[in-house]
């Protein structure tokens, strides 16, 4: 099994910037595709930012392309989202996922995901 652990969220701003990190352990590898998704209050969870299993293909929802940034560290079996310029609207829990196929490619369905953190709480006040 592999666990997944979130941190890094908070209360911030508008305009301000956090840093999430998603811990991986378990019988897991460096080798899968993982993504952030993201539920609002009172909405279904939705597609945030991918990357694919070497950090060499990322990809984007419309909603945060360039203002969020995801980037993994293999070795320490790590992926982070820095999210930048935030708004009201993206106050919501940010989950991470894994693919539990190996090298894995850019997956933006949750169908396709394997294992799910618990999430960790941004909060962006105006």
């Known amino acids: 099994q592999v666990q997944l652990i979130e941190s890094g969220g908070g209360l911030v701003q508008v305009g301000g910037s956090l840093r999430l990190s998603c811990a991986a352990s378990?019988?897991?590898?460096?080798?899968?595709?993982m993504g952030w998704f993201r539920r609002a209050p009172g909405k279904e969870r939705e597609f945030v930012a991918a990357i694919n299993w070497s950090g060499g293909l990322t990809y984007y929802a419309d909603s945060v392309k360039g203002r969020f940034a995801i980037s993994r560290d293999n070795a320490k079996k790590q992926v982070y989202l820095q999210m930048n310029s935030l708004k009201p609207e993206d106050t919501a829990i940010y989950h991470c996922a894994a693919d539990g196929q190996l090298f894995g490619s850019i997956l933006v369905e949750e169908r396709d995901y394997d294992y799910w953190g618990q999430g960790t709480q941004v909060t962006v006040s105006s």
């Open positions: 378990g019988r897991t590898s460096s080798a899968y595709a």
